[in-house]
């Protein structure tokens, strides 16, 4: 993922104290999360809440609609209409990302992206979640999965800047520098 603004992390800071103070950050990861998603998909809405002549007032309208059409909490649709009306619709994405970063911190858990060979199986993924726990130095790891076809086998999980390659081919390149260096 690009690196998030500064803007967003502003945002993502202030929402997660008010989610917090409510006890409500599940909830709100998931609502900011289906508007986030909705904003992104929808190149109409896009163009309407991140054209810069397009009125305040006509953008904070727009996407209390939206917020309502989604079903989401007062918490949120009023944030996103925050959001829309200072003209900051394009940082929704970074902001999510980093609402997920300071949430993640507060629960002391990190997030992984895993690729596999073959789709994990429940025993393989709670085995995986333990080992980088303990590797990230973490009480809890999220892992984001995904099959990658490329992959002889084994996997490749990256946190963060921490990349542990448990694949087929890092581990014959190892192997390969080990005997290059013999």
Do not use: C
């Not at 809440?49 to 209390?64: E, G, N, Q, T, Y």
């Not at 086998?153 to 081919?169: K, R, T």
Request: glycine share 8%; no cysteine.
């Amino acid at each position: 993922m690009a690196a998030v603004s500064a803007a967003a992390r502003s945002y993502a800071k202030a929402l997660f104290a008010l989610a917090k103070e409510r006890g409500r950050t599940e909830t709100v990861d998931r609502e900011l999360e289906t508007v986030a998603t909705t904003v992104a998909g929808d190149a109409e809405l896009r163009t309407v809440l991140m054209r810069p002549w397009i009125s305040a007032d006509a953008k904070r309208k727009v996407a209390v609609e939206v917020a309502n059409r989604l079903g989401v909490s007062p918490l949120v649709r009023d944030f996103l209409a925050l959001v829309a009306s200072r003209g900051r619709a394009d940082h929704l994405e970074g902001i999510l990302a980093a609402f997920r970063e300071d949430m993640d911190r507060d629960l002391g858990r990190a997030r992984a992206r895993v690729r596999t060979a073959v789709a994990l199986t429940t025993d393989e993924r709670n085995a995986l979640q333990t080992k980088l726990a303990r590797a990230l130095g973490s009480r809890h790891v999220v892992l984001e999965e995904t099959v990658d076809a490329n992959l002889l086998g084994g996997f490749v999980a990256e946190s963060g800047s921490v990349i542990i390659d448990g694949s087929l081919e890092g581990q014959l390149a190892r192997i390969r520098g080990r005997l290059a260096q013999s």
